[in-house]
């Protein structure tokens, strides 16, 4: 099973840029997924991408802002966040697509990383 690890997190004033990793142990086909978690609330999806890269999809909380890309030759996913708000603050966590009817629902997806803490001060 191919195993996935998020870095790039860390702490960045509002208005800032981060660029978050996913890296995998592993060739796959399969749709990568991003979602956050802030405290207290429920895991909340925010971008995915096809294994050739050439569907995205976002949240409409973060269209325009994020970015999400892949290198295949890497198995490497990517989410470049730009003009980030203190609502963007959470753990952000990468995941492996199953298939099903929504996209943007978490239990669709399995294969979590431990995530990677982005908090963005105001």
């Known amino acids: 099973q191919v195993q996935l690890v998020e870095s790039g997190g860390g702490l960045v004033q509002a208005g800032g840029s981060l660029r978050l990793s996913c890296s995998a142990s592993g060739r796959t086909f399969r749709r990568y997924g991003w979602f956050r978690q802030a405290p207290g609330k429920e895991r909340e999806f925010v971008a995915a991408i096809s294994w050739s890269g050439g569907s995205t999809d976002y949240a409409d909380s973060v269209k325009g802002r994020f970015t999400i890309s892949r290198d295949s030759a890497k198995n490497t996913v990517y989410l470049q966040m730009n003009s980030l708000k203190p609502e963007d603050t959470g753990v952000y966590y990468c995941?492996?697509?199953?298939?099903?009817?929504?996209?943007?629902?978490?239990?669709?997806?399995?294969?979590w990383g431990q995530g990677t803490q982005v908090t963005v001060s105001s």
């Open positions: 995941a492996l697509r199953r298939g099903g009817l929504s996209i943007s629902n978490y239990e669709e997806y399995d294969s």
